[in-house]
């Protein structure tokens, strides 16, 4: 896994566009869950990348109120240093073929049967 900065702009009075979770409230890396499309996070991070710095602060130790305060007190310029991971957005995967197995229908034939 590589680590990195990223340096986000954004226009004053925007959202960055990306969805923070974890910290250590949650007993877990704080990393991003989701990006806005048309965001200035898009195409500057992913899902599933771990935030390992915000500015000049390492995000060991803190609490995601704690780093959601780091981030709005950015500014318009957002430095983060990431870790990217494997990627948890797995929208974009449909099925290529007919689906073989309804709940539904099963759950009728589980049912009917006496």
Do not use: C
Not at 9 to 23: E, I, K, Y
Not at 94 to 107: C, D, E, Q, V
């Amino acid at each position: 896994m590589a680590q990195f900065s990223v340096q986000l702009h954004r226009p004053p009075g925007t959202l960055w566009g990306f969805r923070l979770q974890g910290g250590r409230d949650f007993s877990s890396q704080l990393s991003v869950k989701k990006i806005e499309n048309g965001s200035p996070a898009q195409g500057q991070l992913l899902p599933g990348d771990e935030i390992i710095g915000i500015g000049h602060t390492s995000t060991n130790g803190l609490t995601h109120m704690e780093a959601n305060s780091l981030i709005k007190a950015a500014g318009n310029v957002l430095h983060l240093t990431i870790v990217r991971g494997p990627s948890q957005d797995f929208s974009h995967i449909k099925p290529t073929g007919p689906i073989k197995f309804s709940p539904w229908k099963y759950n009728q034939q589980q049912q009917n049967h006496y």
